[in-house]
């Protein structure tokens, strides 16, 4: 996910190459343009667009598009001149665990692989769901609260990576994300992300030799033709080459077909190459609605793909951000719907959330109850809007007595 962050933090860092930035107001729109003397050299810029608090780049690649999933999308509150590290408060039982004792038996190791605990669940039929987190925030105050998530907390926590970001910061013990994910290893089980965009082999072993028991492998919504990995499939064969069973990976699904793909057909064939070079499980791109998710799993099925599909949820806590997340990730809602939300956005921000958290937990609801399919996990795409999510989960454990 890219953000309006690119514009700023990277100067404060250590880089791989000089990075010039220029800005310029345009009929009241600010424009960036930052590149770097590599990128110089090969004719390519990235521009970054900050329009009425929406984040949209472009990187010498026609048609390209942001996905959610795809590790360059955070639009930046107005007037943002500056970020920080979010901060973390664990339950008291997450405090008294540690993944990294001394004395760690290989039962507490498989544990921390999450193919060994999702597999599990669904062995076991109960309900679980991660819960994927931006590294930084434009607040300082800004709390991840794990107390506030309610009584069922979730089975992991994944980390976006920023791929535009991270890319120009040469040593990865720098890089946010890898902080936040070395900070929250020890308590939780974590998933950091990891995207192809500008990812080297001497970078990759870099990354795997940090020894994450799990990784989300990516695409990216911006590649250069030149790169190492130019697909998400060769990646995950990658990831698996080098580590082998010794880590789990997940990968994404897009139930309305990827935006690059001509058609759905197009896109599993895709997913079935990530599938065979070695993933673990999937996680669905955002969905407003069940029917596409349905059809999408069971013809995931049909294929013979048969690992374990997680329902990507969002939760929208008020319009801007859902017309946001709409415009770039080019997610079909139904005229009619939207109608709706902006309705309720018109009769006040406590009128939004109850319908926001009702459309959600009605989705949910309908996907977990569905003859046609199983399933029995989530994960939540929270922007690092916690608010709203802690509601859908009591509405969810209530009426399914999770």
């Not at 107005?78 to 004395?103: C, G, M, P, V």
């Not at 939207?338 to 937990?361: N, S």
């Not at 309908?366 to 999510?389: A, C, H, T, W």
């Amino acid at each position: 996910m890219i953000c309006a962050s690119t514009l700023i933090g990277s100067h404060r860092r250590r880089s791989r190459a000089q990075l010039i930035v220029i800005t310029k107001v345009i009929n009241n729109t600010h424009i960036a343009i930052k590149f770097s003397t590599q990128q110089m050299q090969k004719g390519k810029i990235s521009t970054t667009m900050i329009s009425n608090n929406i984040s949209s780049t472009t990187l010498g690649t026609p048609g390209s598009t942001a996905t959610a999933q795809g590790a360059h999308i955070l639009p930046a509150p107005k007037n943002a001149t500056n970020h920080y590290e979010i901060n973390i408060q664990f339950t008291e039982e997450q405090q008294r665990l540690s993944y990294y004792e001394e004395t760690l038996t290989t039962t507490t190791a498989d544990q921390r692989q999450l193919k060994n605990v999702i597999n599990e669940k669904i062995r076991n039929r109960e309900f679980f769901y991660g819960l994927e987190i931006l590294a930084h925030t434009y607040n300082p105050n800004y709390w991840l609260d794990y107390n506030a998530l309610g009584p069922l907390l979730p089975l992991f926590t994944s980390i976006v990576w920023l791929g535009m970001d991270y890319c120009n910061i040469e040593n990865l013990n720098e890089v946010e994300a890898i902080r936040l994910a070395n900070k929250l290893n020890r308590h939780v089980r974590v998933m950091p992300h990891l995207s192809c965009y500008c990812l080297t082999e001497t970078r990759l072993r870099e990354f795997l030799n940090m020894n994450f028991p799990n990784v989300l492998s990516i695409r990216g919504d911006f590649f250069d033709k030149d790169q190492r990995y130019q697909h998400s499939s060769e990646l995950v064969e990658a990831i698996r080459r080098i580590r082998g069973d010794s880590i789990s990976i997940g990968v994404a699904g897009y139930p309305e077909g990827h935006p690059e793909c001509k058609s759905i057909e197009e896109d599993l064939g895709n997913l079935e190459k990530k599938v065979v070079a070695g993933a673990d499980f999937i996680i669905t791109q955002i969905c407003f609605s069940s029917r596409p998710i349905i059809d999408y799993i069971k013809n995931c099925r049909s294929r013979n793909i048969k690992i374990p599909i997680l329902v990507g949820i969002f939760v929208p806590d008020n319009l801007r951000m859902l017309e946001t997340i709409l415009r770039l990730t080019k997610i079909h809602m139904p005229s009619e719907d939207l109608q709706e939300y902006h309705r309720h956005h018109d009769l006040g921000e406590g009128q939004f959330t109850e319908y926001a958290v009702r459309r959600a937990v009605e989705m949910i609801d309908s996907i977990l109850s569905s003859d046609e399919v199983e399933v029995y996990g989530l994960q939540f795409f929270s922007m690092n809007r916690f608010q709203n999510i802690p509601m859908v989960l009591e509405k969810i454990r209530k009426k399914h007595n999770k």
